[in-house]
């Protein structure tokens, strides 16, 4: 499955590895595919189990740091935004982020691609932008010198049901990673979504046609409350709402 091609060291990917398996598979997936520059550590692992994660990633010959380097062409994120703000602050810049989190309601999807746990909701608690509120509002408003583009793919995708090994990813090539970290068939597959949006969007690894479908939002929240913040996205005609910038949004699943 790996490609011996030019795109190798164009993606920085942020893990948490003592929460969330979902990052070892999409350490994997995107080293397969050769273009995985790579993992940052954040934050460092304490818990046994992100500890042998750790050795794991260190064995199959990736490189780990715990800091972005000055200028990173494409970073995918699954996790929260401490170590982007961080980065961001201490005058690193970033071509493009990827990343789970934010939410796009149903003022903005029609009733047909709304999830139902989402049904009629504008705003929802999101995981990633409420790990570090603070950081996440700080990144919202960065400049296109800092950040050049950001790119959501938030709840309303990411939770769907068709985001598990038995659906969008039940193709054979994916088998091994399943079977290896024993992943249930009706786990949603989050960062492993979020690494094949961005791998399509930037055409990079092979992969051209994304599965989701995109439009231009503004993040806002219904005031900082930490991780009780309430999230939702606004279109043009409403920004004024909002005092965050312009991102990509996932809108729906196209598939």
């Not at 995985?36 to 750790?54: A, T």
């Not at 000055?70 to 170590?83: C, D, L, P, R």
């Not at 995981?127 to 010198?145: A, G, I, P």
């Not at 990673?177 to 990079?204: P, T």
Request: proline share 3%; charged share 25%; hydrophobic share 35%.
């Amino acid at each position: 499955m790996r490609e011996n091609n030019k795109e190798k060291d164009k993606v920085i990917y942020i893990a948490d590895l003592d929460d969330d398996i979902d990052d070892m598979v999409a350490i994997e997936y995107l080293h397969d595919l050769g273009v995985l520059s790579q993992v940052v550590l954040d934050p460092l692992p304490k818990k046994p189990c992100g500890i042998q994660r750790e050795k794991m990633i260190e064995k199959m010959g990736i490189s780990i740091s715990t800091f972005l380097p000055q200028h990173s062409e494409y970073v995918f994120n699954g996790g929260a935004m401490t170590i982007i703000a961080n980065s961001i602050k201490n005058g690193c810049t970033i071509g493009t982020l990827i990343m789970n989190g934010g939410f796009v309601g149903c003022d903005l999807v029609s009733e047909f691609d709304q999830l139902p746990r989402f049904r009629n909701k504008e705003t929802v608690r999101t995981y990633n932008f409420n790990c570090d509120v603070e950081s996440t509002d700080f990144v919202l408003k960065t400049n296109n010198d800092q950040i050049g583009e950001i790119v959501l793919v938030g709840k309303n995708v990411c939770h769907s049901d068709k985001n598990t090994s038995k659906n969008f990813w039940s193709d054979k090539r994916y088998e091994k990673y399943f079977k290896k970290y024993n992943i249930r068939d009706d786990k949603k597959m989050h960062d492993l979504l979020v690494c094949r949006e961005g791998l399509a969007l930037a055409s990079l690894g092979g992969i051209t046609i994304p599965w989701c479908t995109y439009g231009v939002v503004k993040p806002y929240n219904k005031g900082l409350d930490g991780n009780m913040t309430q999230w939702g996205s606004l279109t043009r005609g409403k920004y004024g709402k909002s005092p965050y910038r312009e991102v990509i949004a996932a809108v729906k699943l196209a598939r």
